[in-house]
């Protein structure tokens, strides 16, 4: 079965930097975009960053300067470096890509989520 894995997330306080890493596994052949989300109790799961297979990547502008977004096609990760946190930041991170496997030519995966908190 293929899945995504995340890791990374903790409490931080204001102006601290977190790296979040999320692993796929299972039977790969190739992953198209990678991306990652974010949800906030109360609040609709939005998207943070995203990367194409080929490095093109997108920001939102609450985070745009201060999170990067990169992966590893070899390794089938995507990572998020965070720096400057704020407590706005505050939420369950996703990843989230869209896999082609031996037995499906298309399916987009979440990952289980990993907490980020970030607070004084």
């Known amino acids: 079965q293929v899945q995504l894995v995340e890791s990374g997330g903790g409490l931080v306080q204001p102006g601290g930097s977190l790296r979040l890493s999320c692993a796929g596994s299972?039977?790969?052949?190739?992953?198209?975009?990678m991306a990652w989300y974010r949800q906030a109790p109360g609040k609709q799961r939005e998207s943070v960053a995203a990367?194409?297979?080929?490095?093109?990547?997108k920001y939102a502008d609450s985070v745009k300067g201060r999170f990067t977004i990169s992966r590893d096609n070899a390794k089938n990760t995507v990572a998020l470096q965070m720096n400057s946190l704020k407590p706005e930041d505050t939420a369950v991170y996703y990843c989230?890509?869209?896999?082609?496997?031996?037995?499906?030519?298309?399916?987009?995966?979440w990952g289980q989520g990993t907490q980020v908190t970030v607070s004084s």
């Open positions: 990367i194409t297979r080929g490095g093109s990547t």
């Open positions: 299972g039977s790969i052949l190739t992953i198209n975009n």
């Open positions: 989230n890509a869209d896999i082609y496997t031996p037995s499906a030519n298309f399916r987009n995966y």
